[in-house]
């Protein structure tokens, strides 16, 4: 079995091809970037009565591979699983990777796991950060100025370095579109699963 490596650029990159979005500083949206944050919690509490006032009416979810899914299917997915990091971005989302590796970094998560997510130097943090934010774009069918969101959860089952040599992260990426509405931004797009098992030959 090929292992991908020791960061998250060979999981984004090793997806990609073609071209990606051009680096662009945008503005925070703090509501959306809050509204992200209570998701990623209520989904590591499991509370299906919590969760769906954060959907949206016109709600779609499905898993990598192109497999459908519901709301349901994803809580029993991330159930026991550690929330680790949680995003909320509008797009273009210039700092992805770069994000999602100093939360992990922060995160009490074993060291092969951490390795295994950061970039070894900073240009090719630069290059994760781009494929990043077309992978998330692409998942989620989403484009320029929408709201985009980028959770991790983590099991802690097993060892991390087992995990990482069986090319088993035990990580699950749960990527998120957004609306704007009455009561404050909601979920309307869900892209969840393992994409390096999916990628794998």
Not at 78 to 101: C, E, F, H, N, W
């Amino acid at each position: 079995m090929r292992r991908l490596g020791p960061a998250i650029v060979a999981i984004l990159i090793g997806m990609l091809s073609g071209n990606v979005y051009g680096q662009t500083t945008r503005p925070s949206n703090e509501p959306w970037a809050t509204a992200v944050d209570r998701f990623g919690r209520v989904l590591a509490e499991g509370d299906p009565a919590a969760l769906a006032p954060l959907l949206s009416d016109d709600l779609t979810v499905a898993a990598f591979g192109g497999r459908n899914a519901d709301a349901v299917r994803l809580l029993s997915r991330v159930r026991g699983m550690k929330l680790i990091a949680a995003r909320g971005y509008t797009l273009p989302a210039p700092q992805v990777a770069q994000d999602l590796s100093e939360d992990v970094a922060a995160a009490q998560v074993p060291e092969p796991i951490k390795r295994y997510m950061t970039p070894p130097d900073g240009g090719q943090m630069a290059k994760a950060n781009l494929a990043a934010s077309k992978w998330v774009a692409e998942s989620l069918g989403a484009r320029n100025g929408d709201l985009v969101g980028v959770l991790v959860f983590w099991s802690g089952r097993g060892q991390g370095t087992e995990l990482m040599e069986a090319g088993r992260a035990e990580i699950v990426f749960v990527l998120v579109k957004g609306v704007l509405a009455g009561p404050g931004p909601q979920v309307q797009a869900i892209m969840f699963g393992d994409p390096v098992a999916h990628n794998r030959p």
